[in-house]
């Protein structure tokens, strides 16, 4: 029995000519069978090439037919190509084929657009097979092995998508990344097709439609600044490369790295040309996440009712938490509503420490109404709220940032759990909406919103529609000051000025007001701080001797008098 195969371009005439040969002898002949295969002509070189290797054959156009020995096995046998076919056919059965170019050039087009239809259906068809390969880098951190259970619980991507986990680290060695693979195969997760370790540089992110950017190991506590910023570059540069050439189109891509979240987000967009922008983001939520605990201990509640709470600026840098926006749900107090129904949480924060006050130091409350009657009502009141706003902060620019300081500093090696749970509720948001009404922090490359310069890898409120991200435009009273604004792009330009060595030396920003860059947290409570103090500090001086008769038989308060009008 004789058995051809006849291998070529979809678009090429003479293959046309040769497979309807074949298709004849095949029905006429009943010794005789043919094997047909197809290339794209994008692809069809590669391919030849490939398979000339493999068989160590020498052929350069397009057919190439060979046969197969099905008698006694081994490599086929080359036979040629078209003419070399032919010239076959005829010795061996007689038959010729007469057929014009214009038929050829006619059957070649529709045997093309055949081939774009097959492979159409087989990429639909592979949609539904194959799962959802998800790739994790820094796969050796804590942060992955808790990670890997929520993205197998079908919370993230949904109940019926399986997904298949490959892990990887700087160095493309399986080491400890072996154990990681195991505990995650005796997971049995149903969803978990596939969970394995990439130790071959050429094979990484191949087919990726999620890649997550974890804790990596080049950082160096005892490098200055500007050597561990520069050592970012290389690292990014290889992924960035990698993803660009083996990951689809439409990867989702996700850093969530200790260290330099916005440097990382913009320098993989840099080397990766083709992906969309805004589908490589960078993960705020883990400092979202603390300020609300932070907050929530202050109140007494639960860090998850308390929602839009906004990070502007540099993720792991100069950033500003933004506190206006943000409500607390279920808060315990004497007013109850409906699950929806919220207060505002700089006013609890000042209920909270009045009652405090209250509860320490008995009847010493210096803005009590009846002490005042002297004034009218309007002036009562206006004292209330000065006094409001000074201590709410008060509290903030002192107690909440060094609280939370010291929160953030003693967790950086230590976000395994916060982290993880950041990176899946992200990823839930991408595929299945953000929840209607919240808003949530992400590190976004800027088109120039609030007023940020476009390119800029920069923390913003945002919310997720149909797998797209949408920086909340909308938001009334969000504006920062200049001082701020400037201070966090300059920030950020000076990072990517130093990664790119066009910038030896950290240069920070000038104005002396702003914090050094170990501490640079900064909490946004009002829109015009300054001009509010002015006002509170004259009000407070018209009503001081007011104040001192009505205060003079009671224990003084602690830092009222003196620290507001030194503030």
Same mark, same amino acid.
């Given at each position: ?11 090429? &005439? ?78 061996? @059965? ?47 951190? &804590? ?128 080397? %990766? ?27 007494? %509640? ?28 279920? @808060? ?112 976004? #490359? ?13 923390? #913003? ?46 240069? &920070? ?59």
């Amino acid at each position: 029995m004789a058995k051809f195969v006849i291998a070529g371009s979809a678009s090429c &005439p003479y293959f046309a000519k040769a497979e309807l040969l074949a298709d004849f002898l095949q029905k006429n002949l009943p010794d005789f069978q043919i094997y047909k295969i197809t290339q794209h002509p994008d692809v069809w070189k590669q391919w030849l090439k490939d398979l000339c290797r493999k068989n160590q054959w020498k052929h350069e156009s397009s057919p190439i037919i060979w046969r197969e020995l099905l008698d006694r096995g081994g490599k086929g046998l080359l036979l040629g190509g078209f003419n070399e076919f032919l010239e076959h056919a005829q010795l061996y @059965y007689g038959v010729t084929s007469k057929m014009m170019t214009s038929e050829m050039l006619i059957i070649a087009g529709e045997n093309l657009e055949t081939h774009i239809e097959i492979e159409q259906e087989d990429e639909e068809l592979k949609k539904k097979i194959s799962p959802l390969r998800v790739w994790i880098t820094g796969a050796s951190c &804590p942060t992955c092995y808790n990670l890997i259970p929520l993205l197998v619980n079908g919370e993230v991507f949904g109940m019926e998508e399986e997904i298949s986990i490959h892990l990887l680290n700087n160095s493309f060695e399986e080491g400890s990344l072996s154990a990681t693979v195991m505990e995650g195969q005796d997971l049995a997760a149903p969803l978990l097709r596939e969970i394995s370790v990439c130790t071959v540089l050429e094979e990484a992110f191949f087919e990726a439609e999620v890649v997550i950017i974890l804790n990596d190991d080049i950082d160096n506590e005892s490098e200055s600044l500007e050597n561990r910023i520069r050592a970012r570059l290389p690292l990014c540069q290889l992924f960035g490369s990698l993803i660009e050439k083996n990951a689809r189109r439409t990867v989702k891509v996700i850093v969530a790295a200790k260290t330099f979240l916005n440097l990382t987000t913009s320098l993989l967009i840099t080397y %990766t040309p083709s992906i969309n922008p805004r589908n490589i983001i960078a993960v705020a939520m883990v400092m979202e996440n603390e300020a609300k605990a932070t907050l929530a201990r202050k109140l007494k %509640t639960t860090a998850a009712d308390i929602k839009d709470v906004i990070i502007w600026g540099n993720i792991t840098g100069s950033h500003y938490v933004d506190l206006r926006k943000a409500k607390v749900f279920r @808060y315990n107090s004497a007013i109850w509503g409906p699950p929806s129904y919220s207060r505002y949480l700089l006013s609890l924060i000042f209920d909270r420490i009045k009652g405090n006050q209250k509860k320490d130091h008995k009847n010493v409350w210096i803005f009590d109404p009846i002490h005042f009657t002297p004034f009218g009502l309007a002036e009562v009141l206006s004292g209330i709220y000065f006094l409001k706003k000074f201590i709410h902060s008060e509290w903030i620019s002192k107690e909440f940032v060094n609280s939370f300081n010291v929160l953030s500093s003693t967790r950086r090696f230590q976000r395994g759990i916060s982290t993880a749970h950041s990176v899946a509720t992200i990823l839930k948001f991408w595929y299945h909406d953000s929840p209607p009404g919240e808003i949530f922090s992400l590190g976004l #490359m800027s088109e120039g919103e609030f007023g940020t310069p476009e390119g800029l890898v920069y923390s #913003m409120p945002v919310r997720c529609m149909n797998g797209v991200w949408f920086p909340c435009t909308d938001l009334p009273d969000t504006e920062l000051t200049e001082d701020v604004k400037k201070a966090i792009i300059h920030d950020l330009e000076q990072e990517k000025l130093i990664a790119f060595g066009e910038v030896l030396i950290y240069q &920070p920003y000038i104005p002396a007001e702003l914090l050094p860059r170990e501490n640079r947290v900064r909490i946004q409570i009002d829109e015009n701080k300054d001009e509010d103090q002015k006002e509170q500090t004259e009000f407070l001086n018209t009503s001081s001797v007011e104040v001192s008769e009505a205060q003079s038989s009671q224990e003084p308060l602690e830092g009222t008098e003196n620290e507001s009008l030194d503030n």
